[in-house]
């Protein structure tokens, strides 16, 4: 049972079966966010309040949703660092961090256009969702920074994946924002069967579908700048060298 | 200092790491002199570039207490573990016997009472000088008696992460900033509150229980982090 749990931590045996669902992960993202962006951007009904600009709310809400995943990835990328040490768990939990910080950046930019509409503001302090968002964008930075900082790997494993457990906090905090301090930012909506509605099929189909696009391309990313640290990481081993000259 | 047949109790090894500290602390006074001289030049300050009435000043005057406390408290934790890195004392505690829980929080405690501690007394002239409405001084002392610690005790994990790098000031401020938010948010609202005649008790209870919560879980945390940075 516990075999497939010591197969993982070899990044050979990663870089092998990547390798293998890697094209496939590839065109169902391409076609998956295609579907979406499409449906979202040209066949959408206008919001009967918010206009066409409810559109973009498809892709926020998608890249919010998932923004919210990297710190308890990282947490549990990082136990397994502290607890079994294993290679590849880090190497995973290192190109998150800068991934999760790209996605913040992309679901501020998003909500903010989108406010800049509906709200009439780019930026609102008071509100929580916003701010607390802000404040992952920076932990995320500073994960990162932390790493850059730390010459030792090892040590900076095993100090980043630490700050990725407490910085989890912060997810609850994003996560329950809206409804501990209710000010701009409306909470989840709740999905209506009823076409037509505010948040009828036709809106919550083409967001459910945008953030399985979007989780799709988390882990294509992600699986592609493992792989690049696998071969960065273990340039030394034999199966590396001998992937390198068969390319040559 | 002890002699090596005798075995102290995890209390006693809690009040010699105190007292060391504590020591050590009044030893090189420019390690508490220099944060502290920091956090009253950032405060006289805002009044020379923002404004020098008396309104304004009073409608900014907790934020800017807080901030100056953040940003002070981040000099001050650099002190933190360095000393004990440097000399090897450091690798010592961590061997000792005793749960690092406790001994970590001698050294934050330790700590606090020579950095977090003068800024709660001297609160209420630096009020004064930013002309906050004087109701409001016991409120702005509390929250300050309360929240400092709970800085201190963040802000101590990311030291313990820090304690080997050369140079680490920014470091450490991008890492421990955004987990201080709360306390800065729960501190300002709490004077705001008492400012306007409203009560702030609600704001307080919530800084205890941010106090709560590090005091049981930081030092926990600062412990697993100096293992991984002293190994």
Redesign the interface.
């Known amino acids: 049972m516990w075999l497939w749990f010591a197969k993982l931590g070899s990044p050979k045996w990663f870089y092998e079966l990547s390798s293998k669902w890697l094209p496939w992960l590839v065109v169902a993202t391409v076609l998956v966010i295609g579907t979406a962006t499409v449906w979202a951007l040209l066949f959408l009904p206008p919001d009967y309040q918010q206009g066409y600009t409810s559109r973009i709310l498809v892709v926020h809400v998608a890249v919010a949703g998932t923004s919210l995943a990297f710190f308890p990835l990282m947490a549990v990328a990082g136990t397994i660092t502290l607890v079994w040490k294993m290679k590849l768990a880090d190497m995973v939990a290192k190109n998150a961090a800068a991934l999760g910080a790209w996605f913040s950046f992309i679901t501020l930019a998003t909500g903010s256009i989108w406010g800049s509409v509906s709200w009439g503001t780019w930026w609102e302090w008071s509100d929580s969702r916003l701010?607390s968002m802000l404040?992952q964008f920076?932990?995320l930075?500073?994960v990162v920074?932390?790493r850059s900082?730390?010459e030792d790997s090892d040590?900076a494993a095993?100090?980043c994946a630490?700050?990725s457990i407490?910085g989890c906090?912060?997810v609850v905090?994003i996560k329950y924002s809206v409804e501990w301090w209710n000010t701009l930012h409306q909470p989840a909506s709740p999905v209506s069967l009823q076409t037509g509605s505010a948040n009828g099929p036709e809106f919550w189909i083409a967001t459910a579908l945008m953030i399985l696009g979007v989780y799709l391309f988390l882990s294509v990313s992600l699986i592609l700048s493992t792989r690049n640290e696998i071969l960065q990481r273990e340039r030394r081993a034999l199966w590396v060298q001998e992937l390198v000259a068969a390319e040559r | 200092m002890l002699s090596a047949s005798v075995k102290p109790s995890t209390r006693s090894a809690f009040m010699l790491t105190l007292k060391r500290d504590l020591l050590i602390a009044f030893k090189r006074k420019n390690d508490i002199v220099n944060p502290f001289m920091f956090f009253v030049i950032v405060i006289s300050l805002f009044p020379l570039a923002i404004s020098p009435e008396g309104e304004k000043l009073a409608e900014i005057a907790a934020g800017v207490i807080w901030i100056a406390v953040l940003l002070s408290a981040m000099l001050s934790m650099d002190s933190l573990y360095r000393g004990d890195f440097e000399d090897g004392s450091l690798e010592i505690l961590l061997l000792s016997p005793h749960p690092l829980f406790f001994l970590v929080l001698a050294k934050n405690i330790a700590h606090w009472l020579v950095s977090g501690f003068p800024v709660v007394i001297a609160s209420p002239l630096l009020a004064y000088m930013l002309k906050l409405p004087s109701e409001s001084y016991g409120t702005l002392m509390l929250t300050l008696l309360i929240g400092t610690p709970t800085l201190s005790l963040i802000g101590s994990i990311a030291v313990a992460l820090t304690v080997g790098l050369g140079s680490r000031g920014l470091i450490l401020a991008v890492i421990t900033l955004p987990f201080s938010v709360p306390v800065l948010i729960f501190g300002t609202l709490a004077v705001q509150a008492s400012a306007s005649g409203l009560p702030a008790g609600g704001y307080l209870t919530l800084l205890l229980a941010l106090l709560a919560g590090s005091l049981s879980l930081a030092p926990l945390t600062s412990a697993a982090a100096l293992r991984i940075s002293v190994s």
């Open positions: 701010v404040f920076f932990l930075l500073g920074s932390l900082a730390l040590k095993k100090a630490l700050l407490v906090i912060n905090i």
